[in-house]
């Protein structure tokens, strides 16, 4: 079993800059790959971006490419989500999920966090 509990949201002012931690409980979580998704009010879950478990993979959703970056340390059992030049688009609760099954997709079979929210501002 894992247990996920991310940190970081706030509020932020557009072109503003914010770090996301998910930190993990549970010896296995070095293995899984880990992703973020986020939801918006009235949209539905959205993938933002995932790491391998050595980290030397790493996948984003084109909207977010050159302003996140996903990062993680397996020593400490915390992925990351560095968000810079965040937009209003980019308001969310942001939620990190293990890939427990190593499908390379995530459904509600694995682990997720209970969200952590982000308002950005214009």
């Known amino acids: 079993q894992v247990t996920l509990v991310e940190s970081g949201g706030g509020l932020v002012q557009a072109g503003g800059s914010l770090r996301l931690s998910c930190a993990a409980s549970g010896r296995t979580f070095r293995t899984f790959p880990m992703g973020w998704f986020r939801q918006a009010p009235g949209k539905e879950r959205e993938f933002v971006a995932d790491?391998?478990?050595?980290?030397?993979?790493?996948r984003y959703v084109d909207s977010v490419k050159g302003r996140f970056t996903i990062s993680r340390d397996n020593a400490k059992n915390t992925v990351y989500l560095q968000m810079n030049s965040l937009k209003p688009e980019d308001t969310a609760v942001y939620y990190c999920?293990?890939?427990?099954?190593?499908?390379?997709?995530?459904?509600?079979?694995?682990?997720w966090g209970q969200g952590t929210q982000v308002t950005v501002s214009s």
């Open positions: 999920v293990a890939d427990k099954e190593y499908s390379g997709a995530y459904d509600e079979d694995d682990y």
């Open positions: 790491i391998s478990w050595i980290g030397g993979s790493t």
